[in-house]
């Protein structure tokens, strides 16, 4: 056995150990945030809550929870 077919076994081992595509965080994040304001636009995780959105609703345009975000429903909590 050679160099070069030592170096071509290194490189195959360290193939299979090599990490895999990395999951980002951020990118599921983008994806859970399904909430939106129809005054300004701002997007709102989908595990925000009632009192999260009305304060926005509140101090930013001065208008009421459903004004903001119409059809919100809170989704009761998980145990």
Same mark, same amino acid.
């Given at each position: 056995m050679g160099n070069?077919?030592?170096?071509?076994?290194? /490189?195959? /081992?360290?193939?299979?150990?090599?990490?895999?595509?990395?999951?980002s965080q951020l990118k599921v994040n983008a994806a859970a945030k399904n909430i939106k304001c129809s005054v300004c636009f701002a997007d709102?995780?989908?595990t925000s809550r009632a009192k999260?959105?009305?304060?926005h609703s509140m101090n930013k345009h001065n208008k009421g929870l459903q004004e903001c975000f119409a059809?919100?429903?809170?989704q009761p909590k998980k145990k």
């Open positions: 070069g077919a030592k170096a071509q076994m290194k /490189r195959e /081992r360290g193939a299979k150990n090599a990490p895999k595509e990395a999951n709102f995780l989908c999260q959105l009305e304060e059809g919100f429903v809170e």
